[in-house]
């Protein structure tokens, strides 16, 4: 029985390892040619998977596809939780998240190739609400809530609609990057929102305050998109 057991916990770990490798090698072409031109014969291949193992894991491309949109978002997912468990304050807490949503994970093909599928074939996470895209918005609306009950904000702030602007931001800027091949642009792109944002948002003396927090943000990435968790 033990060893029967035995075998079954190497197999389960083999089946686990080839997953996970496969899963690596369709991020990285996924990330260098596209969904329509990622072939599974190169991912199989260069995994040293047979076609039959490939197929095991993922049936279709799609799947292999959803799969590498799921890790992807779920490593910015476990850096945004990072991050906002970082600060006390909902305000700053809002701006680190705008600056991970818009640079976190740069160097990784994982979730290089998951905004990249997100942008191609459109967010597959399971097929059902919320989108990858309403729960940011979701994020960033109970954040500013939390800061205009803290009293950093104005009163009278549209919590729906910023929410909307501050992830089209954030967004924006990580698109941009990748169009222009611009590596240290999304944190200045995003700096460069703040900057503009706040004095609308908040009191004169908390702009200031907030602007050079904002600043120390792009000061704190790294052009390869990875974040200090400096203060």
Same mark, same amino acid.
């Given at each position: ?10 197999? @389960?770990?083999?089946?686990? &390892? ?6 690596? #090698?369709?991020?990285?072409?996924? =990330? ?19 076609? !039959? ?22 490593? $910015?997912? @476990? ?16 701006? =680190?998240?705008?600056?991970? $949503? ?5 160097? =990784?093909?994982?979730? #290089?190739?998951?905004? #990249?599928?997100?942008?191609?074939? /459109? ?16 994020h960033c609306r109970n954040l500013i809530l939390?800061?205009? @009950? ?5 009163? !009278? ?14 967004? /924006? ?24 944002? &706040? ?12 602007? @050079? ?11 390869? /998109?990875?974040?200090?968790? /400096?203060?």
């Amino acid at each position: 029985m033990g060893q029967t057991s035995g075998t079954g916990l190497v197999t @389960q770990s083999r089946a686990h &390892l080839t997953r996970s490798a496969l899963l690596q #090698r369709a991020a990285e072409e996924f =990330d260098r040619h596209g969904y329509v031109l990622a072939t599974l014969t190169a991912i199989s291949g260069k995994s040293d998977t047979t076609k !039959g193992g490939l197929y095991f894991h993922f049936p279709t491309k799609e799947d292999l596809a959803r799969a590498v949109i799921d890790e992807g978002f779920r490593r $910015l997912e @476990q850096a945004c939780a990072q991050r906002m468990a970082a600060h006390s304050g909902a305000l700053k807490t809002l701006i =680190d998240f705008s600056y991970v $949503l818009a640079d976190h994970g740069r160097d =990784d093909p994982m979730l #290089r190739a998951a905004f #990249r599928l997100l942008v191609e074939i /459109g967010d597959y996470r399971g097929g059902g609400p919320p989108s990858i895209f309403e729960t940011w918005i979701l994020h960033c609306r109970n954040l500013i809530l939390a800061a205009s @009950q803290e009293g950093d904000l104005r009163a !009278g702030i549209a919590p729906d609609e910023l929410a909307e602007v501050l992830v089209e931001m954030a967004y /924006g800027a990580r698109v941009l990057a990748v169009a222009t091949g611009a590596a240290d642009s999304p944190a200045h792109r995003v700096t460069a929102g703040w900057s503009l944002l &706040l004095p609308a948002l908040t009191e004169p003396a908390a702009a200031v305050y907030f602007r @050079q927090f904002a600043a120390r943000r792009s000061l704190t990435t790294s052009p390869r /998109g990875t974040e200090s968790t /400096g203060s």
